[in-house]
């Protein structure tokens, strides 16, 4: 008796470990599926969690150009102007007022 419930425990677990081994497009339908040391979890994501729209912009915003111009050396930094395509920000550096304009495109390239 003892042998036949060794041997079910030994197959659920294999069976378990063959469904952790899923390949990741398996995870594309919002399904998971995990063990840990916590044990199993399992369970589905439908429609509206997330993120939502917006979340991963990839264009420069403001606070994003602020940052840029922050680490290359501008103290003081704040946003000057906003338009449809450039965002101006001012501040100082070496103690000199520095105008430096970024694109509203990926990465924030530097205009001028």
Same mark, same amino acid.
């Given at each position: ?5 060794? @041997?079910? $425990? ?16 398996? #995870? ?11 044990? =199993? ?9 997330? !993120? ?9 915003? =403001? /606070? ?5 111009? #922050?680490? @290359?050396? $501008? !103290? /003081?930094?704040? &946003? ?7 965002? /101006? $920000? ?5 103690? !000199?007022? &520095?105008? $430096? ?8 390239? @530097? @205009?001028?």
């Amino acid at each position: 008796m003892f042998r036949k419930i060794k @041997i079910a $425990v030994v197959s659920a677990i294999l069976g378990l470990g063959t469904l952790a081994a899923v390949p990741a497009t398996a #995870q594309a339908d919002n399904f998971y599926f995990g063990i840990s040391s916590h044990g =199993p979890s399992f369970g589905y994501h439908g429609a509206g969690y997330g !993120h939502g729209y917006g979340w991963d912009r990839r264009d420069c915003t =403001p /606070r994003k150009a602020l940052r840029k111009a #922050q680490r @290359i050396g $501008v !103290h /003081r930094a704040h &946003i000057r102007s906003v338009n449809r395509h450039t965002i /101006r $920000v001012s501040g100082r550096k070496h103690g !000199h007022r &520095i105008n $430096v304009t970024f694109a509203k495109a990926p990465h924030c390239p @530097i @205009i001028r």
